[in-house]
């Protein structure tokens, strides 16, 4: 497992970098600068998983440690869900609207740390490759064109928007304000020294970064047209079969489509029974003020309980303290709160956590887009989502076990997702709103986010056209056509992504209610949490297995 590891995180230098603080405490030495390349050779793929799974089936399950059994069983589940995406390498898309390379890149690169020169100088060799990994990306694309699988126009038009506002940023780009703060943090450079290496930085942007963005977009706009699926990827050949495993794979659930879409819609009716009660006790709760948009008044419900949404780590610190009777115990870590550059504020998420390197889990990031969090009580279950009790937490909490570092590099966004939206609706109640409101509030978001997780299933899987999907939304008092539009576009580029959050969070729901039957009176809310997060990321019948069917 350890050579699987050093083989995987030396692939690609952005990923080794934030993984790995110190590789070479890893044998991990002269790994070759590189962002890495697309492949679609399904037979390579297949060849590479075969051997794997031949190796692994070499040892004694029943002699291995319980911790080894573990790693075991989600290796074993790990290679076999990719034997079955092997054959639809040109059916993924890493241009989505909001999760692609275009947009999350830049991130990448303006939080890559230094944490000495030779950091530096492998960050400016990086840049330089920035034009060739681009133009893997770019003969990606084209193969995907010649093979009928090309994104739609509505996608290729949000691409290169987003690709235009990072090129039409030139001397503000944040790449060279964040690489001179960076470059001021480590010691003994001289002036000199530290001016040569803006001036490189500069040229880097300017011949390297700033071109292949250019090339993205006029390749793109050459391809533009070539997308002629203009609906869900169950129209591609073999689409059916193709969602149902990006399903499996983006939520870990052992569910099948149509059991994902029971769960989902049972939710959605019990979410709407909860509202109406709730409504029908106090007509007034969903009117009535809670958290003021900036400026803030009197009204706030938050600010009259010293809650500012101008200080994000001091909502982190409340909600850290707030989630002690319900969580174990977090890490001694620290937290940074960062805002996303103005530029990009309409092409990224409300919020993202940048997951720390596993040999250092002492520094912590979080960004926040403020075009996205209108509000207070946003801005506080956002912050419970990024941070406590959801992805700061649970990845800190998950490190401290110095765990098989193999477990690092296994993307488990079904848990990952499903726990942080978990920890979001949790939040509601470590409000200072009332309990009814709370709930009310709790009850809205988990239905907002089940439409949509609906909503992606009935586009990809079931075909739904435009207005199949107003008809739907109009179902349930949504009738805005231009919004669901702009749904529509969104859940259009980026299959399954909305059920990582939502089938996610719905089984934990469903591990909590199996654990209470198998307690009783016995269950311990902190016990149950305990449980689930010493499993870690992991398919869901795993963590059953491990953290609840004992």
């Known amino acids: 497992t350890l050579e699987l590891f050093r083989q995987d995180v030396a692939a690609n230098t952005i990923g080794l970098h934030y993984t790995l603080k110190d590789p070479s405490a890893y044998d991990i030495v002269q790994a070759p600068v590189t962002y890495g390349s697309f492949s679609t050779n399904t037979t390579g793929m297949m060849a590479s998983l075969e051997n794997s799974l031949s190796a692994l089936s070499h040892y004694h399950y029943e002699d291995l440690t319980d911790e080894n059994k573990l790693t075991y069983d989600i ?39 230094f944490h000495d020169i030779k950091d530096v100088d492998t960050y400016l060799s990086l840049l330089s490759c920035t034009p060739d990994y681009f133009n893997s990306l770019i003969s990606f694309e084209k193969e995907k064109a010649d093979s009928g699988l090309f994104i739609p126009d509505s996608t290729v038009d949000a691409v290169v928007d987003q690709c235009s506002s990072f090129v039409d940023m030139k001397d503000s780009n944040y790449l060279l304000t964040t690489f001179d703060e960076r470059l001021s943090k480590i010691p003994g450079l001289s002036s000199t020294v530290k001016r ?3 001036k490189k930085n500069q040229e880097m942007i300017a011949n390297a970064v700033v071109p292949a963005y250019e090339s993205l977009i ?21 689409g059916k079969e193709y969602y149902s495993y990006v399903v499996e794979r983006d ?17 959605i009716s019990s979410d709407l029974l909860s509202i109406q009660t709730l409504l029908s006790k106090d007509p007034e709760l969903a009117s009535r003020p809670v958290s003021a948009e ?38 001694d870590v620290t937290a940074q709160v960062k805002y996303v550059p103005n530029a990009m504020e309409p092409y990224l998420s409300p919020a993202f956590y940048m997951i720390p390197a596993i040999d250092d889990q002492s520094e912590n990031v979080i960004y926040i887009n403020q075009s996205r969090n209108v509000d207070t009580l946003k801005l506080f279950t956002t912050l419970a989502h990024e941070g406590y009790p959801g992805h ?17 590099i296994f993307n488990f966004s079904g848990y990952v997702e ?5 920890a979001e609706m949790c939040s509601y109640y470590l409000s200072p709103l009332p309990k009814d409101q709370a709930a009310l509030f709790q009850k809205n978001g988990s239905l907002t986010l089940g439409l949509y997780a609906a909503a992606d ?21 949504i009738k805005d056509t231009d919004a669901i539009q702009e749904i529509y576009n969104l859940i259009l580029s980026d299959p399954g992504n909305y059920l990582k959050y939502y089938v996610g969070y719905l089984e934990f729901m469903e591990l909590k209610k199996k654990a209470m039957k198998i307690d009783g009176d016995e269950f311990s809310q902190k016990n149950f949490h305990r449980a689930v997060l010493d499993v870690g990321p992991a398919p869901f019948d795993i963590v059953s297995k491990y953290a609840v069917d004992r």
Do not use: M
């Open 251 to 267: 939520t870990g659930s052992p569910r099948s489509v149509s059991e994902i879409k029971k769960l989902i819609h049972d939710q």
């Open 294 to 331: 900036a400026p803030p008044d009197k009204s706030d419900i938050f600010l009259q309980n010293q809650i500012d949404r101008n200080q994000p780590e001091q909502i982190l610190t409340l909600l850290e303290q707030k989630s002690s009777a319900a969580f174990p115990a977090p890490p």
């Open 196 to 198: 040569n290496y803006q």
């Open 418 to 422: 499903g726990w942080a939206t978990y």
């Open 457 to 477: 299933i009935g586009i990809h899987y079931d075909g739904w056209s435009v207005p199949d999907t107003v008809r739907f939304f109009s179902d349930y008092g």
């Open 75 to 113: 290796l074993e589940s790990y290679l076999q869900t990719a034997q079955k995406g092997a054959p639809y390498l040109l059916y993924e898309e890493p241009l989505g609207e909001i999760t692609g390379i275009q947009a999350q890149l830049p991130v990448l690169l303006a939080e890559y740390p």
């Open 218 to 238: 006029d390749a793109l706009l050459e391809l533009r047209g070539s997308g002629k699926n203009k609906k869900g990827v169950c129209y591609f050949p073999n």
């Open 392 to 408: 700061l937490y649970q990845t800190t909490y998950f490190a401290e076990k110095n765990t098989e570092p193999l477990r690092s």
